[in-house]
């Protein structure tokens, strides 16, 4: 039986947010432990000294004191999760400054997280099972390319996807709206298959991922059920053909949204979430409704706009929703309208994860709302970057889940 993988825990107000428990069983439900370093009293001061960063809580000062231990080599970690209250300000400069001190010193992967009173382990599980993937899978994410004959299954919160890929190509795709988990995951497969003129019997190996990966994977007997932090970003520098070196990884989901500071196709530090849904491809989707044109239709339409014209809040779905309205009534023109749709989700995406986690160039956008240009440009001037695209950038998840499954095939 292997060792359970140990995650070090550098927070500040779990325990008077009363979330502590809600840490320790997201970490237990993936055979993890998370534990907190310990250090010596006399210790705390120095290390607050040597990081230069002047804080005047004594919970803060001990979260930097065992980071500083972790870099040093005094405490041995798999992991590290960084957490701490949503409301305090320092806290989150000491939560950044930390994951960045740990991240470029250190090859310990990092997810760091701001927490609310409502925190619960369902939120966290995503976030510990890619803490423990990496510790456990390191080989396995190193795999630069596909063998055999494999098919990839993401089971996303809007839509599913399939690919099949034979000997590192891509030979079928399938792509349908998340209805009933399992009838749309049959489904996108049957298309995948069709597509690449083969069977079920002629896979060798199967991988899921997605938010119904754990169902799917059993429903399919899959090789390989690995949550889509890994994969993602595993499936991004794949297509981008960056497998070596730095890249920054960016997913806006339907439900939530995802950035990955990736090295050597490995994520070193990661971030998944959102203040609300008004940050995510939901809100795009009801603003192409509203405009009365498909989602394929706004990313084109808000290129001919200007985001500028129309203010925009998209921090809440409803509020978000309420300025579109309030814009067209207005008279503001759904080119600008849609401009500003676009904008407004990149800025919260920027504002929010994009904070959490080092922005190394290229940057690679992936997922369905990839292929909205107008979202993909407003990214690209807030970050003042060319964002990168690859091809098949939607089936993101899947591709990368038939990837790594290729290193279940016997033989490999």
């Not at 325990?15 to 210790?43: C, H, N, R, T, W």
């Not at 989602?295 to 809440?316: D, F, H, Q, R, W």
């Not at 779905?317 to 009534?329: D, E, H, K, M, R």
Request: hydrophobic letters at 45%.
């Amino acid at each position: 039986m292997s060792r359970k993988v140990r995650i070090a825990q550098l927070s500040c107000g779990p325990e008077y947010s009363g979330i502590q428990k809600e840490i320790y069983d997201a970490a237990e439900s993936v055979d993890a432990e998370v534990f907190f370093p310990d250090i010596a009293l006399a210790d705390v001061e120095r290390a607050v000294d040597a990081f230069g960063l002047d804080v005047r809580s004594a919970d803060l000062k001990l979260m930097i004191a065992r980071g500083k231990a972790l870099v040093d080599g005094k405490v041995d970690a798999d992991g590290v999760f960084i957490g701490t209250c949503f409301r305090c300000a320092e806290a989150a400069i000491v939560r950044n400054e930390l994951r960045r001190y740990i991240h470029e010193h250190s090859r310990l992967p990092v997810v760091s997280y701001s927490f609310t009173e409502r925190t619960t382990a369902g939120t966290l599980l995503t976030r510990m099972e890619a803490l423990t993937t990496i510790a456990r899978r390191r080989a396995l994410l190193a795999r630069e390319e596909q063998t055999g004959i494999t098919m990839g299954v993401d089971s996303g919160s809007s839509t599913t996807k399939a690919v099949v890929m034979k000997e590192n190509k891509i030979v079928g795709t399938g792509w349908l709206p998340t209805t009933e988990v399992i009838a749309s995951a049959d489904g996108a497969v049957a298309q995948a298959l069709e597509m690449a003129g083969l069977t079920r019997d002629d896979i060798q190996a199967i991988g899921t991922t997605g938010y119904g990966r754990f169902l799917i994977g059993k429903h399919l007997g899959a090789d390989l059920v690995q949550e889509e932090l890994t994969v993602n970003s595993k499936g991004a520098v794949y297509l981008a053909g960056h497998q070596r070196g730095a890249a920054t990884v960016i997913d806006i989901g339907g439900m939530d949204n995802k950035a990955i500071s990736v090295i050597d196709g490995i994520p070193g530090t990661f971030t998944m979430g959102g203040i609300c849904a008004g940050a995510s491809g939901r809100f795009l989707e009801m603003t192409a409704k509203r405009l009365g044109v498909d989602i394929t239709e706004l990313g084109p339409l808000a290129m001919k706009g200007m985001g500028a014209n129309v203010p925009m809040n998209s921090y809440c779905i409803v509020f978000g929703t309420q300025s579109l309205v309030n814009a067209l009534a207005a008279g503001s023109s759904r080119e600008d309208v849609a401009a500003a749709a676009c904008h407004s989700v990149a800025e919260q995406v920027f504002e929010q994860q994009l904070q959490e986690v080092d922005i190394k160039e290229p940057v690679i956008m992936v997922g369905g709302t990839s292929l909205i240009e107008g979202l993909v440009y407003a990214m690209g001037r807030l970050l003042q970057t060319e964002i990168v695209v690859p091809p098949y950038s939607q089936y993101i998840g899947a591709v990368g889940s038939a990837l790594l499954a290729s290193g279940f095939i016997k033989g490999e």
